[in-house]
């Protein structure tokens, strides 16, 4: 399906952008925090303790899910930056996944509820498609959900004259993924690309060109870890 699935949004902008910049947390998060917080705060004072501090937790507990840290790589040139936080489950070699052609190295990143949920761009260059592939909603660290479950590819021509494709890929307890980028947008290494709410992982198919830097069960942090590194 093409990038006008109905899951699949823009970069958010005016009071919601702003506010999301200032407290440091995804944009789609910020109405959920302040509803929890107004909530708890009008529990408190009509004197009802218990709920208050119930919904404070939840509002917290929000905020912590949606948090989006700044983040500033050491290097961007001839490099392959990590698309998500999380822990690396699986380096395999693997064709590209629609029928996009020859066989690269697969970096498998899962996320759990505790990560941070914002997914950034590997590379820099052309966003040349978006496809969003309805499926499953099975445990994102199998080996089957890359092509099971419910995810979203995105193509990038990079500025190194490669195809580098990540893949949003949903779990269990993901039941939305966000997708803020559209075909021929031109875009940085290590931007803000999207997002999956609620445990999920991200799928990097890396270049023949490169040589992958991490190792399986290895943490990674989104826009800063270097996954692959350009041959010389």
């Not at 996320?111 to 761009?121: E, T």
């Not at 496809?131 to 092509?147: K, L, N, Q």
């Not at 198919?205 to 991490?214: A, D, F, N």
């Amino acid at each position: 399906m093409p990038d006008e699935a109905a899951n699949v949004a823009r970069e958010p902008a005016g009071l919601l952008a702003g506010a999301s910049r200032v407290v440091r947390i995804a944009a789609e998060g910020v109405p959920l925090v302040a509803g929890a917080a107004v909530l708890a705060a009008v529990s408190f004072l009509l004197g009802f303790v218990w709920p208050g501090l119930l919904l404070a937790v939840l509002a917290a507990a929000i905020a912590a899910f949606f948090r989006d840290p700044q983040r500033f790589p050491e290097r961007s040139e001839g490099v392959v930056l990590a698309g998500a936080d999380g822990r690396v489950i699986e380096l395999a070699r693997a064709p590209l996944p629609n029928g996009g052609g020859e066989a690269s190295t697969r970096a498998s990143i899962f996320m759990s509820p505790l990560d941070v949920h914002v997914n950034r761009a590997p590379v820099g260059g052309e966003v040349t498609s978006v496809e969003h592939t309805p499926g499953e909603y099975g445990a994102a660290f199998r080996d089957h959900a890359s092509e099971r479950n419910e995810r979203n590819l995105i193509a990038i021509h990079g500025a190194d004259g490669h195809r580098h494709t990540m893949v949003q890929v949903a779990g269990y307890l993901a039941r939305r993924i966000i997708c803020r980028v559209r075909v021929h947008d031109r875009i940085e290494s290590g931007q803000r690309v999207g997002l999956i709410m609620f445990g999920s992982r991200v799928d990097q198919y890396v270049p023949r060109e490169y040589r992958v830097t991490v190792t399986t069960g290895e943490r990674v942090r989104a826009g800063e870890t270097v996954i692959a590194e350009l041959e010389r």
